[in-house]
């Protein structure tokens, strides 16, 4: 089993920056993909970004592209998504993921953490 803990969300005003990490416990992550989601106030859950195991591969939805940076650190077991000039859309709980296959749909990931909520005033 994997257990995936976020940590880094809070308020921030529109235009600042904030880091999210994902720390795994209970067996090692580097052979998965890893993903974040996010989920706004009466929205669905919606892709954020993905990594594959080996940090080859990186997608990112539209909305994100060119301010959200997605990484990892399989010695730390830890994958990060660094959030730059944020605005009051990008409010929301944000989960990370672990899957076998990166990808954008919530069905590929088999592990979720509890969520950290970042909220953007504008």
């Known amino acids: 089993q994997v257990q995936l803990a976020e940590s880094g969300g809070g308020l921030v005003q529109a235009g600042d920056s904030l880091r999210l990490s994902c720390a795994a416990s209970?067996?090692?992550?580097?052979?998965?993909?890893m993903g974040w989601f996010r989920q706004g106030p009466g929205k669905e859950r919606e892709f954020v970004a993905a990594?594959?195991?080996?940090?080859?591969?990186?997608y990112y939805t539209d909305s994100v592209k060119g301010r959200f940076t997605i990484s990892r650190d399989n010695a730390k077991n830890t994958v990060y998504l660094q959030m730059t000039s944020l605005k009051a859309e990008d409010t929301a709980v944000y989960y990370c993921?672990?899957?076998?296959?990166?990808?954008?749909?919530?069905?590929?990931?088999?592990?979720w953490g509890q969520g950290t909520q970042v909220t953007v005033s504008s």
């Open positions: 993921a672990a899957g076998r296959i990166v990808g954008r749909g919530t069905g590929g990931y088999d592990y």
């Open positions: 209970g067996r090692t992550v580097s052979t998965y993909a």
């Open positions: 990594i594959s195991w080996d940090i080859s591969i990186t």
